[in-house]
């Protein structure tokens, strides 16, 4: 098969704008970039704009190719470390990935100096000659149509829709980041005297994402997103006392970034004078931050294909084909349902795979404890005989009954554990769910119903799975923050902002606090 060829020179000029918006490198201080235009705050490809450079793309690559995969993404990053200068980064990615004939990827990073077809091609060529040898026409042809299983395969498909996109935070991209940091540094000042001993670290970041799978026979898949994430973690210079908030929301107007610094800050004051308390099992009271962290790391767990013969927490190790999985049994407290939906309000995602466009929907995996479906990707859903649903990275975890604030859940509790969030979280044991990680930025025990006393850090050895059959008390969910991580360099291909913006933003997780009985907390930690 040979790829469609068009006559003339292919319109980019979409291309030389972008290239017009950058000068330097991307990541770089934006006092090296000239203001954008007023009337042009997108900052990624339109609809129509990847399509062409879609068509553009494959009609340049030499390779047989049943299609391409355009995918781009901008971010606005603010940051502050320890009350110094603030810092400001740009960053745009734009990158493609040929699908060949042969089942290979050619990957192809659009840097910004790309401003026009010719050079869009080379790059294409270049890509070509480093990831797989010239394949001709001759060498695909034989008595049948080759393109039969392509065209079953990858013909139209039908897509939820989905608002996933809000304007007020493309705008806000622009000036906001700059003079929100501003502010919250003025409030970090104007705090009093509890907070003349604080620094602070903070980041503003906006991001806006587009994400096309274009194929030759027919099915295309696209979706776009906004989000922005304010987090604000706070020390004293003693190193002794430390908090931390923060805040997640497609839509920048959701946001209340001053609120984030003064949480931050009394969050901080409370942790004046922490003590040792013995490690052990407690009642543990979790903030949503803290659950977020593990039900973030429960994702790769929900995979049929991980859980097969026992080897993970939703697997039968008799089972007689070892594909015996413990769907319609109850794996989790009856208050607990935990679903995915690509339109959820409060986070969502693209409604399809982002790896080959594969349409994917809402799906529910816990309801009130049980389990009620397991994740497949195409390739293990053809073979099953199972319809394709992605696995729950964006997670909603809700509770039946009565909802509980963490005041109550204090109220209730006669010894245990307040816990605000929870770092270096790591899944330990693929086959139990469990793991480990610090306490960080808030811990405090509880006695009688009150806050006793702050405590020093500890480190956790728990399973999720366990810990959510021993659920005492849900709260109200809400989108929990992860936190920008900034790069240690900004070159592509390398571990900088292109490297950073694979993992960031974290799929929306939506969680409630969570009161729990018997948590395990190991050891003590110095980390604070």
Known sequence: ??????????????????????????????????????????????????????????????????????????????????????????????????????????????????????????????????????????DQEDETDPDLPIKHALGPKQYLPVTLWHDSTTHAM???????????????????AGARDLVMAGTVALTSRVRLCHYIHGMSAWGEGTDSEVTVSVRSQDGRASGWRGQAARDWTQMQPEQVVRDAVTMANKMRGAVRLEPGRYTAILGAAAVGQLVHMMADLFLARANRGGAGPFGLANSPDG???????????????????????????????????????????????????????????????KTPIKQPISMHVTGAGKLST?????????????????????????????????????????KDGKIHSPVTNFRFFESPFIAFNKVLAVGTP??????????????????????????????????????FRDFNFSALSDAV
């Open 174 to 192: 622009e000036t906001a980041r700059g003079e929100t940091l501003a502010r919250m540094i003025n409030v970090m000042h104007d705090a009093g």
């Open 1 to 138: 098969m040979s790829n469609a060829r068009r006559e003339g020179t292919p319109d980019v000029s979409f291309l030389a704008r972008r290239a017009d918006r950058s000068s330097g490198p991307v990541g770089g201080s934006t006092s090296m970039r000239p203001p954008a235009a007023a009337d042009a705050p997108r900052r990624v490809l339109t609809r129509a704009e990847a399509i062409a450079l879609a068509d553009a793309a494959i009609g340049m690559v030499t390779v047989p190719t049943v299609g391409v995969q355009v995918s781009h993404r901008a971010a606005a990053v603010a940051s502050v470390t320890n009350n110094h200068q603030p810092h400001c980064d740009d960053i745009d990615e734009l990158a493609l990935n040929f699908v060949t004939r042969l089942g290979s990827d050619i990957p192809v990073i659009v840097g910004t100096n790309v401003r026009d077809a010719a050079t869009l091609r080379q790059m294409i060529r270049n890509a070509e000659m480093k990831k797989t040898p010239p394949v001709r026409k001759e």
């Open 323 to 385: 594909h015996l999985l413990r769907l319609g049994q109850r794996v989790f407290d009856e208050r607990i349902t935990m679903y995915t939906d690509p339109n959820d309000p409060m986070g969502g995602d693209f409604p399809f795979f982002e790896e080959d466009g594969t349409p994917s929907g809402a799906q529910t995996w816990i309801e009130h404890g049980v389990l009620r479906a397991l994740a497949y990707d195409p390739s293990d859903a053809m073979e099953y005989g």
């Open 478 to 515: 809400e989108r929990i923050a992860f936190g920008f991580t900034p790069p240690t360099d900004t070159s592509f291909g390398a571990k900088g902002f292109a490297g950073a913006l694979e993992t960031w933003p974290n799929p929306p997780v939506i969680v409630p606090p969570c009161m």
């Open 406 to 446: 963490i005041e109550e859940m204090i109220s209730t509790c006669e010894r245990g554990v307040y816990v605000n969030r929870f770092s270096n979280v790591q899944l330990v044991d693929f086959k139990s769910g469990a793991m480990s990680g610090n306490t960080r930025d808030g811990c405090f025990f509880i």
